[in-house]
């Protein structure tokens, strides 16, 4: 049981370029969610979506924008990348709580 | 304000000692309360949560939680190096987005 799969793992990307991160479940959970962890910061949510079908924005959206596939998958886009978007990345399901995390995509902008 | 604030540490106890960790909340109507512990480079990892006042424990952690004070705290008994780790205090906001604190790095002396 995989439980929620991210990838890549780790990604450089030069400023301008674009990229999208995946995210899969395998718990039929109905909320899946984005969130960036830089130092000292905790962990920040960028998207969520709550069910299949819908997307909302969190508290850092700006530069970023998310499509739920399907029940299982749920992607997030850098359409521009800048330095500022340096991060590690963390993709979440659950279902009413609590969060089951994956492994992380540790990106650089250059 | 945060909507999560946390201790910030580092936090340093000798094995064997109590680890004490403190997070308070700013929203009234959270009503779930989660602690997470994220060794360095790896995920978050549930560890416990709380949902009504009072204590409740696991093992050697106990959860504390007063509604009235927007307080929340962790303790960890009996100190061992493997706790050495970040733990991150969370609440929901409302049915769906999950919020975090900056995080608490605990280091456990042998």
């Known amino acids: 049981n995989a439980g929620v799969t991210q990838t890549p793992k780790f990604q450089v990307l030069k400023t301008g370029q674009s990229m999208t991160l995946q995210c899969a479940q395998d718990m039929n959970h109905n909320s899946m969610y984005w969130y960036r962890q830089d130092p000292g910061m905790g962990l920040r949510l960028i998207y969520y979506s709550a069910s299949e079908g819908t997307t909302d924005k969190g508290e850092v959206p700006n530069g970023y924008n998310v499509s739920r596939l399907n029940k299982r998958e749920f992607s997030l886009r850098l359409e521009s990348a800048a330095p500022s978007q340096t991060s590690v990345y963390f993709c979440?399901?659950?279902?009413?709580?609590?969060?089951?995390f994956g492994n992380g995509t540790r990106l650089t902008v250059t | 304000q945060k909507e999560v604030e946390q201790n910030s540490g580092p936090l340093s106890v000798p094995e064997g000692a109590i680890a004490s960790l403190n997070c308070t909340y700013s929203?009234?109507?959270?009503?779930?309360f989660f602690w997470y512990r994220q060794y360095s480079g790896k995920s978050p990892e549930l560890i416990m949560f709380?949902?009504?006042?009072g204590d409740k424990e696991d093992g050697r952690f106990t959860a504390q939680l007063n509604k009235a004070s927007q307080y929340v705290s962790l303790l960890i008994r009996d100190s061992q190096p493997s706790d050495s780790a970040t733990y991150l205090c969370a609440a929901y906001l409302n049915d769906y987005k999950l919020s975090f604190g900056a995080g608490t790095t605990v280091t456990v002396r042998a």
């Open positions: 979440a399901s659950s279902e009413i709580s609590p969060l089951h």
């Open positions: 709380i949902y009504s006042n």
């Open positions: 929203d009234r109507g959270s009503q779930s």
